[in-house]
């Protein structure tokens, strides 16, 4: 069987000029049982200060984040073929306004990851107080990484905000803080284009990789009614890159230190999962009350944004030509290419090594999605998603961040994550 990088690799030959392969997206869901104890010695903490008075101790409470933090390891041009006829000031204009058009449409790329179905256990286990019990509380963060081969092209790692878990017991909510950051502009999904236009600062200025993460949550309540699929929060970050914050291999690399305050701030609040009403009976055949270990599923939503340079807008004419030649060469050399549309394939597996749910997601024109790359990929029983919108995609580097002192993405939790099979995870909602 091929290895995985020679089907990319072949992938990218067939699809001649297109100026982006396969896109595989990994997310991962950070689980945690000391979490569960912070909180509990958290609310006794609390509970201490209220008996004793100090309200000003529950307003200035805090803890100093005890875990360490993970390593960095995410239109087609039209001629319009005017006559002599007609002014060539006009001309000019129009041809302007569609070259402003075209490049505006590429300087917006933005993709959505999905959990495949419901996450499960958000707590340790059941409880016998109350549906928003935060007893065993093990969801920890959330962190997405995306790869070209063996290279590590975007990373964010976030997790619970251990400075603000008096908000748990005092809210029911959670906050979230950066941790890890690798972004890599030109090996980014920015230009968006079909056509072999690689990102250069020298074209294009001010980029910026937007992140918003939605939490949802079905559960029943006491008298029986189902809520579902109901927004329990949500949080965004924005982050601003320029060429000057960049490595010598063209990366922008941050670690949050454990004694200084996020460089980046994560906006946002959730509610923790509410825990679904149920009930059992016990060995003297007594009916007890009791609520679930939490239910949940997410959504991200990665965008990456950036503006032209007033160079590249100066030299409109040129790079008009240019696209012209590419996409006569792109068309000459696939003449179905226009026709192809991309698809998207996800997995979803428990890995009971690094405790932690792995999300994959592929993406790639749904004619070299063969069984060979699902196998490779670890995806032969994931079910396709709707089919995306047409191709639209930019080239691969061929500078590797590994070859350049980059380092290899690795989850908190110590480790690649592997994906192997649910094994003793329990399914209890």
Not at 127 to 155: H, N, Q, W
Not at 214 to 219: G, L, N, Q
Request: glycine residues 6%; proline residues 4%; positive net charge.
């Amino acid at each position: 069987m091929k290895k995985l990088t020679t089907l990319l690799a072949c992938t990218l030959m067939a699809a001649g000029s297109m100026a982006q392969g396969p896109q595989t997206y990994k997310t991962f869901i950070y689980t945690s049982d000391d979490l569960a104890n912070e909180i509990v010695q958290k609310e006794r903490g609390i509970r201490q200060a209220a008996q004793r008075g100090y309200v000003d101790d529950l307003m200035n409470a805090g803890l100093t984040a005890t875990k360490g933090i993970a390593s960095g390891y995410v239109t087609s041009f039209i001629d319009l073929g005017v006559n002599a006829v007609g002014s060539l000031v006009t001309r000019n204009s129009r041809l302007k306004k569609e070259w402003e058009e075209t490049v505006k449409a590429e300087n917006v790329y933005e993709t959505t990851i999905s959990t495949v179905s419901e996450m499960n256990d958000f707590y340790k286990e059941v409880s016998f107080d109350g549906a928003m019990d935060p007893k065993g509380m093990r969801f920890d963060g959330i962190g997405c990484l995306r790869t070209e081969g063996k290279d590590t092209v975007f990373y964010i790692s976030c997790h619970i905000d251990r400075s603000k878990i008096h908000r748990i017991i005092n809210h029911s909510k959670f906050e979230l803080v950066l941790d890890t950051l690798i972004i890599s502009p030109t090996r980014s999904n920015l230009p968006n284009t079909k056509l072999n236009i690689p990102f250069s600062f020298k074209d294009r200025k001010n980029f910026n990789l937007a992140m918003n993460i939605r939490f949802f949550s079905s559960w029943m309540n006491e008298i029986m009614q189902l809520q579902k699929n109901q927004e329990l929060g949500a949080f965004t970050i924005n982050i601003p890159v320029d060429e000057k914050m960049l490595d010598p291999q063209g990366y922008l690399r941050y670690v949050r230190g454990t004694t200084q305050g996020p460089a980046y701030k994560i906006m946002g609040e959730s509610f923790i999962i509410p825990r679904s009403f149920s009930g059992y009976r016990d060995e003297n055949d007594t009916y007890m009350n009791c609520w679930g270990t939490g239910e949940y599923k997410f959504s991200i939503t990665l965008k990456e944004t950036c503006d032209v340079t007033d160079q590249y807008r100066e030299n409109w004419k040129k790079d008009r030509k240019q696209r012209k030649k590419l996409q006569e060469q792109m068309e000459k050399e696939d003449k179905n290419f226009l026709e192809k549309t991309w698809q998207t394939i996800s997995s979803q597996k428990w890995d009971e090594l690094t405790q932690s749910w792995v999300i994959t997601t592929l993406k790639a024109p749904a004619g070299i999605i063969t069984t060979d790359l699902l196998e490779e990929m670890g995806l032969t029983a994931a079910t396709p998603s709707a089919t995306a919108t047409k191709a639209t995609a930019k080239p691969t580097a061929t500078q590797s961040p590994a070859a350049q002192g980059g380092t290899t993405a690795a989850p908190q939790g110590g480790g690649k994550p592997q994906q192997s099979q649910p094994t003793g995870k329990p399914q209890h909602p």
